[in-house]
Nanobody
Framework: QVQLVESGGGSVQAGGSLRLSCTASGDTYSSMGWFRQAPGKEREGVATIYGNEGTTYYTDSVKGRFSISRGNARNMLYLQMNSLKPEDTAMYYC????????????????????WGQGTQVTVSS
């Protein structure tokens, strides 16, 4: 049974840091990513990681501040978030897929079939 469980969200002041974790079970995932959705906005790709080589992609607004990584056991996914800003406030979701497709947009939610329930991140000014 496919299951993705996120943890590590919370409330932090601007400039602070959080580390999100995702525990994956039920399959071997070649593609994984973090997405976020703020109230009234569409879900957007934050960071994704593909294949054994671990090629990463980031949305422009988080480049230099966030870092995506996978654990050695490859069933763990992390998002280290530094220098957080109020505009980073959102529900953050872990996503996974069993293969690496020839997708043009490497940050599209459409690339991923499996989703966690989300963890809330709130950044206050």
């Amino acid at each position: 049974q496919v299951q993705l469980v996120e943890s590590g969200g919370g409330s932090v002041q601007a400039g602070g840091s959080l580390r999100l974790s995702c525990t994956a079970s039920g399959d071997t995932y070649s593609s994984m990513g973090w997405f976020r959705q703020a109230p009234g906005k569409e879900r957007e790709g934050v960071a994704t990681i593909y294949g054994n080589e671990g090629t990463t992609y980031y949305t422009d607004s988080v480049k230099g501040r966030f870092s995506i990584s996978r654990g050695n056991a490859r069933n763990m996914l992390y998002l280290q978030m530094n220098s957080l800003k109020p505009e980073d406030t959102a529900m953050y979701y872990c996503a996974a897929a069993s293969f690496v497709g020839s997708w043009i947009n490497r940050l599209s939610p459409k690339n991923f079939a499996y989703w966690g329930q989300g963890t809330q991140v709130t950044v206050s000014s």
